[in-house]
């Protein structure tokens, strides 16, 4: 069965840390690019950062640039989010999502976890 288990959000003050990490079960963690989404209240849900299969280059948003950093760990089917720096606008919903694309075919494999509450406040 497929799982994307979140964890690590929480209640932060501005300017503090958190960790997220995405525990992975089901699938073949190593063939899939993974992210993190978020999501706040009466807004569009958008990407914050993705890592492709091998780790070896990620991307974020340009609002979390120099602050995030997301990173695989195969071995362990996990994912991360290190947050640092935290802002009250990051305050949202943040999502595990799993892609994986089958190009010849045209078809496309996705999951999606079922989020953490990130809030920073003071």
């Known amino acids: 069965q497929v799982q994307l288990v979140e964890s690590g959000g929480g209640l932060v003050q501005p300017g503090g840390s958190l960790r997220l990490s995405c525990a992975a079960s089901g699938f073949l963690f190593s063939m899939y690019v993974m992210s993190w989404y978020r999501q706040a209240p009466g807004k569009e849900r958008e990407l914050v950062a993705s890592i492709p299969n091998t780790g070896d280059s990620t991307n974020y948003a340009d609002s979390v640039k120099g602050r995030f950093t997301i990173s695989r760990d195969n071995a362990k089917n996990t994912i991360y989010l290190q947050m640092n720096s935290l802002k009250p606008e990051d305050t949202a919903v943040y999502y595990c999502?799993?892609?994986?694309?089958?190009?010849?075919?045209?078809?496309?494999?996705?999951?999606w976890g079922q989020g953490t509450q990130v809030t920073v406040s003071s």
């Open positions: 999502y799993a892609v994986r694309t089958f190009t010849t075919i045209e078809y496309k494999r996705e999951y």
